[in-house]
Structure formats: C-alpha cells, structure tokens
C-alpha cells in the first residue's frame, strides 16, 4: 500500500477529479465510490476496481480481495484523504471503479421499462435506480436531459444498484421505436384531457415515462406516447416528488 504525503498525488488528483467532473468521468470510464458497503457491493458484483484509498489506520478484508483483483491501494492521513472526496464526512474508503456499460440491447429482453425523461436531481435518480433494482425491474433508461448516473451523489443514493441495473443512457425517440418494435406499450405520466388511472392500464408488458421536476415529461414523450396516465390522489397537492411517483409507478408495474 502505497502512503500518499502531498495533494500533488497523482492518485488523489484522479480520485477528486472523478468526483468533480462529469466530462473527466466520460474520459476515464470511471466513477467515484465511497465507504465499505459500497466496496463490497462493488466486489460482489464483479466491477473492475482500479484505485482504493483508505484512511491512515483503518483496514477490512475487502481491501486485500481488491487488492487480488488488480487494484492499486493507497492509504493517507486525514486531511489527504478528505480531499478526494465530495462529502463533509467522507467514510474510511473512498474507490474508483470503471462505469457499468449497458447497451440498447438490454432493452430487448426486458418487460418492463422505465424511461427518464430530463430527471436533472441526482438525489431523484439515485432513489429511482435504487428502487428499479429493488423490485427488479427491466431496465431504467436515462433520456436527454438527465443526470449523470455516475456522480458521486447518485452512486450513493443507489445503495450499489448501480452496479447491477441495467441503465442505458438512449435518445427518447429512439429508445421508444426500440421498445415499441418490441412490443411495448408506451404511457406518459402525464396530467392531459384523455389521461387515465395508472392502475387502469396493462403494466405488466410496459413502459411508462417519468418526466423531469419541475416541466414534467415533454411535448415529444407525449406524442410518442401510446397514451397518458396520472396518479389519483385524493388530496390537494398538485403533484408528486418524481422520485416518489416511480416508485409508486414502479410497484405498480412489478406488483
């Protein structure tokens, strides 16, 4: 384990550079991880690890099973490792590990979809990917506008969903002739005069678009749309957290 001394360590430099840049992240193929649960999912789950920082005096037995699959370890007082991180309080462990690589091919095998359409909250789409793993979902597809599914605060907010849902960064129109072609039914979350209940329609071959926070999901997702369902809800609020309404969408369609 190499002791890192300066913040002119190359290693360090790539490590905050991968929490701060998405631009450097698409260059690298690389993310930014944090803390012993997430490099324990990331093992788990067969991610090339390339570098691992730990905190001066802190081990575990997952930085030597890094260690046999070929990543470089790195260790450094306090006030070194702090730098390589996005958070006030980082944890003991903070890694590097390339990007998860889905093609629109994933999409061909899946049942049930669902699309983000300009979901721009990273704290929104950790819980949404989090929550499509949970419940086993085909596939997630990130459409324009998103956020970065890799930056540090959505891997988080995966809890290592990230590592193991299929999650393809498509174009909308494209991502719906795909799902169409294969038989897919395509809904838009969508307040519109001939929008129906979401528990109304088939889900259990579908897929259903989430639009962004604050414009709700555009005028292209309603015209490639077979047809706009709504959420009832008996009280006044006008609308729904987009993290909440998929998940409720996403039970709806797994239950």
Not at 112 to 126: A, K, M, S, Y
Not at 193 to 215: N, Q, R, T, Y
Request: glycine share 8%.
């Amino acid at each position: 384990m190499i002791e890192i001394q300066s913040r002119q360590n190359a290693a360090l430099k790539h490590l905050a550079r991968l929490g701060r840049e998405r631009k450097y992240r698409r260059s690298t193929g690389e993310m930014l991880c944090e803390g012993e649960k997430m490099l324990g999912e990331a093992l788990r789950s067969g991610a090339k690890l390339k570098t691992v920082l730990v905190r001066d005096g802190w081990d575990s037995p997952l930085v030597k099973e890094a260690e046999e699959q070929g990543a470089s370890l790195y260790s450094a007082p306090d006030a070194l490792f702090k730098l390589a991180s996005e958070v006030e309080t980082p944890q003991n462990v903070i890694f590097s590990c390339e990007q998860p690589q889905w093609t629109a091919d994933a999409l061909d095998g899946a049942g049930q979809v669902l699309l983000l359409d300009g979901l721009q909250d990273p704290g929104n789409l950790g819980t949404i990917l989090r929550t499509a793993e949970a419940f086993a979902l085909g596939a997630v597809v990130l459409c324009e506008g998103c956020a970065d599914p890799f930056s540090p605060k959505v891997v988080r907010s995966t809890m290592g969903a990230v590592f193991r849902l299929p999650c393809v960064t498509l174009p909308l129109a494209e991502a719906a002739e795909r799902l169409h072609k294969n038989g897919l039914p395509l809904y838009a979350t969508a307040l519109h005069e001939d929008s129906v209940p979401l528990s109304s329609v088939s889900l259990s071959k579908a897929a259903v678009i989430i639009g962004s926070e604050g414009k709700g999901v555009t005028e292209q997702a309603l015209r490639l749309s077979d047809r706009c369902v709504i959420i009832p809800m008996k009280g006044r609020a006008e609308s729904l957290n987009a993290g909440v309404a998929a998940a409720i969408v996403i039970y709806e369609m797994t239950k």
